[in-house]
């Protein structure tokens, strides 16, 4: 079953995401995720993810660590749908977050081919 390694790949992209919301790196990153969900919807996921930004930077300092929270539950849900109706995705998507910071924890298995991570 895949389930479980596409949840953890959602996961650390949606962290990925949500830490670099109010930096420079955000429009890359997004696009770059974007790209690999959808080929061909980045503008549309592009701008679903820029409101989810918009929430999340307008947040007064206090709240940030919960804005960023929230912004990664509701992105993890979405990129997991996203690698379920596509699971191809995941191979690009793998390699951006592997490009962005190696230290991300590692999720096996092809999901192209159908395989599973390990127990």
Known sequence: ??????????????GALATVADTEQWPDL???VATA???DLVELVSARMDEARSRLVAVP??????ARAEFTTEWRGSIHTML???????????AVLHD????LPRVVGDFAAGATAPR
């Open 1 to 14: 079953m895949r389930e479980q390694p596409l949840r953890l790949l959602a996961g650390a992209a949606a």
């Open 30 to 32: 997004r696009t770059r």
């Open 37 to 39: 969900l959808a080929p």
């Open 61 to 66: 300092r206090a709240r940030l660590e919960l």
């Open 84 to 94: 379920w109706e596509r699971p191809e995705a995941a191979g690009p998507l793998r």
């Open 100 to 103: 962005v910071s190696p230290a």
